[in-house]
C-alpha cells in the first residue's frame, strides 16, 4: 500500500471525521468562554479552515481523475471540488477582513451585533461540519466505485 493510499484511508475514515469534529468544537468553546475573540485565536481557528478546506479540495479534485471510464461519476467528484473550492474562497474573504479589523489596521472598529460571537462559533462548526460530510461523501462514492468494478471485473465501456 503506496503512502497515497494510506493518506486517503486515514483521511476517509468515520473516526477521523469525529475526531476533527470533536477537537474544532472544544478549540472553539474553549476560545469563546469569555465571548471575545483576539487575533491570535482568529488566526489559528482561519487557518485551519483554509488548510483543511485547500487539501480537501485537493482530496476530491485527485479522486475525480482516478475514476476512469465513469463520465457522471467524475462529474459529480469535480462539481463536488468546485463547490467545496467556492467555501474555501469565503473562508478566505471573511477571515481576511476578520483578520483586518482585529489589528486594527486604518483605524477600523468592528460593529458588533449582540451575542456575535455565537454566530461567529455557528459559522465555525457549520464550516466543519461541511468538510466532514463532504469527506463522508466522498467516501461513499468511492465505495461505490470500487463495488462496481469488483461487480463487473473491468473498466465499464463507455
Not at 81 to 88: F, K, L, M, Q, R
Not at 118 to 125: G, K, M, P, T
Request: contains cysteine.
Amino acid at each position: 500500500m503506496t503512502v497515497k493510499d494510506r493518506f486517503g484511508k486515514v483521511i476517509m475514515d468515520k473516526r477521523t471525521c469525529v475526531a476533527i469534529l470533536i477537537l474544532l468544537i472544544l478549540w472553539r468553546a474553549l476560545i469563546s468562554i469569555n465571548g471575545e475573540i483576539t487575533l491570535w485565536e482568529s488566526v489559528c481557528s482561519g487557518i485551519v479552515l483554509i488548510v483543511m478546506g485547500w487539501v480537501l479540495f485537493a482530496f476530491v479534485f485527485i479522486m475525480s481523475q482516478e475514476m476512469q471510464g465513469w463520465l457522471k461519476l467524475n462529474m459529480v467528484y469535480r462539481w463536488i471540488a468546485i463547490c467545496v473550492s467556492t467555501i474555501n474562497v469565503y473562508v478566505i474573504v471573511y477571515y481576511g477582513m476578520r483578520w483586518y479589523r482585529l489589528a486594527g489596521i486604518g483605524g477600523i472598529e468592528e460593529a458588533l451585533v449582540p451575542l456575535d460571537f455565537i454566530f461567529r462559533d455557528i459559522r465555525y462548526i457549520v464550516l466543519v461540519v461541511f468538510y466532514c460530510v463532504v469527506l463522508r461523501l466522498a467516501q461513499y462514492l468511492r465505495d461505490v466505485y470500487e463495488d462496481y468494478m469488483l461487480l463487473f471485473k473491468g473498466d465499464p465501456k463507455v
